[in-house]
């Protein structure tokens, strides 16, 4: 049991999932509260005219950003 419980360890260190998943969370609590935002008008959205515009575009930019950081984290690195 102890060895299944090192290999398991050792794929999730590997394949970055702990780091992935928090990430993950991260993105997905932040998108959780944006329409509360919108809505209550707070934050850059008690100055925006269009406040449609600016949600989509700080939803896009947050689902930009767990991308990249999914790219980033899973693209094998290049040793010098």
Not at 66 to 76: D, R, S
């Amino acid at each position: 049991a102890a060895s299944l419980v090192a290999i398991g360890m050792g794929i999730i260190k590997f394949m970055k999932l702990e780091e992935l998943w928090i990430n993950y969370r991260t993105i997905c609590e932040t998108l959780k509260k944006e329409p509360y935002l919108m809505q209550a008008e707070l934050s850059d959205y008690a100055l925006s005219d269009d406040k449609n515009k600016l949600f989509i575009n700080r939803v896009e930019s947050l689902i930009s950003r767990e991308h990249t950081f999914w790219l980033f984290t899973i693209t094998p690195k290049k040793e010098k």
